[in-house]
C-alpha cells in the first residue's frame, strides 16, 4: 500500500485519516519506535515514505 496524495510529510491526525487507524494507535506506534517521526516545535510529523514503510510492515490479514 502506497499512499500518493502528494503530501510528504503527516501530522498525527492526517496519518490517522489518511491511513484508517486511529490517532492513539499511531502515537503509540511512534513511542514503540516502530512508527518514526520527525520533531517540529511541539508537533510531530510523520515523513510519506516512513508511513508507507510502516503500512508495508503491518501483518497481512
Known sequence: ????????????????ETSGISERSIRAEIAL?????????SRLLILGPSLD?????????
Open 1 to 16: 500500500m502506497s499512499i500518493d496524495d502528494g503530501k510528504k510529510a503527516y501530522t498525527i491526525a492526517e496519518a490517522a
Open 33 to 41: 519506535s516502530r512508527l518514526s517521526a520527525k520533531k517540529f516545535g
Open 53 to 61: 514503510a510502516w503500512l508495508e510492515e503491518l501483518p497481512d490479514a
